[in-house]
């Protein structure tokens, strides 16, 4: 590519540059972001070669010719950043997300972009994200990790293989999945799991003794509870945004532990320990074949 | 101490006989255990220094002048091993335990033991129980890991003290609880995470489409399941037995998690902020306070 310009050069939009450059997949990438301090400072790493300003005439030089816009801000400036550009969108530049859901972004962009969102190829990187900023930018993030591809009817499928080709020579592999399927899976296996996490400390804190019940606590809650490590605004964004599938689990796992309940309340061991027992089989062959799958490709485990 | 005995030399009961042998602690240690196979391996390890039979009269033989009787053997197995012991208890020989769970044990103690009751000081070793068996045991298990006691009133201080100088011989730091705090307490930071941990990875594994969930499922869901990967034996022993004490903390969690849902159903996104950053904020204490204490107990973070 001649010119990918990414909003937000963070952990996410930073390392995609950084890996776009060493795979030698692009010759200037742009940044615009609203922390000037962010810009100069990846400016000064070499994760962009020059600063893009948001505001017109600035934005509309920024985006000239631009082969692949990346949105790799927070999710909650994603509407704001397509109505920025839309007015300054070629008919021959690609643009794509990083946002963790995807009905709320592809709606967001349906209205803000109309016709032009042929040109809106959304997409998910599964990718770490407890770090920040562009010192947390790194060029082998994506080496083995997962990209979501949500296409939408409207895209030339020649756009999305320009957005999956440039993901590829970060060395991720590419997935396709629907937008509703992606915020269904997502919703269960990582949206829920971090409500349920931040639900669990929450109310260990709120409790009289909540000093003894820490000091108590050992590595098993550590580990159960370090996604309610991660940024409280991001995540209240993302329950917001995928409401409607996070509810639809909240509900089925609150089936769930009424159900355990009711075991636990009628000292039922059998029921109880066919659950435990289906869990433990269910996340041994899942780890199992996870190890299988990422022997060969990545054998830098702790990436 | 001249004599110890030690039922059961898996993880726990093994890794007691190794730090004591290694504080030169003890002169002599017993082991006593259902399985042959295992018993013959602790000898051939030098975990223990005689195989002691459970039937009569060896078992009298071997609580022979005990100073200190380990029960460390699966927690389901406490009772049995109690009654069987009660007639050959002499006066001098003091008993404890290593089950996580604390008032259940007492009443069976009570039960089984009699006047004799006032011999059993009940503890819980605060340590890692992944892997099993007699080559899992490591001389360093407990260094700088908490031991809680839970002293009946019938016990002798002297009979707590020496319980309690034998898990210093091992690097423990020794802390008291009633038993029904100890239950309370571990409860809320051990049980109810294992009980949602097993319910979640059910809950996956019974949709329809669980294949491709736990294809997109990444580290999050990795640490927040991993202690579902423990024995789903065990954990249904440990609910059972703390029983009253899971059911409030279960009831407790989950009118949080009828109140987040409320939040989430109403688009109330302060309040679900409120939620998460509380949660966020505490478990920062809590590893801040963690790490400020292990520093100069244990440099070595990964035991």
């Keep these: 590519m001649n010119k990918v310009v990414i909003f937000g050069v963070g952990l996410i939009g930073g390392s995609f540059a950084l890996a776009l450059k060493k795979a030698g997949a692009v010759r200037e990438i742009v940044g615009v972001g609203r922390s000037a301090t962010s810009m100069a400072r990846a400016l000064e790493l070499g994760i962009i070669d020059s ?70 190829v959304p997409g998910h990187p599964i990718a770490g994200r407890e770090t920040n900023g562009p010192d947390a930018a790194i060029d082998h993030l994506y080496i083995g990790k997962k990209v979501v591809l949500t296409a939408l009817a409207e895209n030339d499928e020649a756009d999305v293989e320009r957005v999956a080709a440039a993901w590829r020579a970060c060395g991720a592999l590419i997935h396709r999945l629907t937008p509703e399927e992606h915020d269904k899976v997502f919703a269960a296996v990582s949206h829920l799991p971090h409500l349920l996490a931040y639900a669990l400390v929450d109310d260990v804190a709120n409790k009289p003794h909540a000093d003894l019940l820490f000091q108590y606590a050992a590595s098993g809650f550590r580990d159960f509870t370090r996604i309610a490590g991660s940024s409280p605004e991001m995540w209240r964004d993302i329950s917001l945004a ?5 509810l639809a689990e909240l509900d089925a796992y609150m089936a769930q532990l009424t159900q355990l309940r009711t075991h636990l309340a009628a000292h039922d061991g059998a029921a109880l320990e066919r659950v435990y027992s289906n869990a433990q089989h269910a996340r041994h062959q899942w780890i199992t074949a996870i190890e299988a799958a990422e022997a060969p490709q990545s054998p830098d485990k702790a990436g």
């Design 51 to 120: 600063i893009g300003v948001s505001g017109e005439p600035s934005l509309a030089a920024a985006l000239h010719d631009a082969d692949l816009v990346l949105l790799a801000a927070p999710v909650a400036q994603t509407a704001a950043i397509l109505a920025s550009i839309a007015p300054h969108l070629a008919a021959g530049t690609v643009v794509t997300d990083a946002g963790s859901t995807k009905s709320d972004v592809v709606a967001a962009a349906r209205q803000v972009l109309g016709d032009k969102v042929a040109q809106f």
């Design 242 to 246: 995928n409401q409607p599938a996070l």
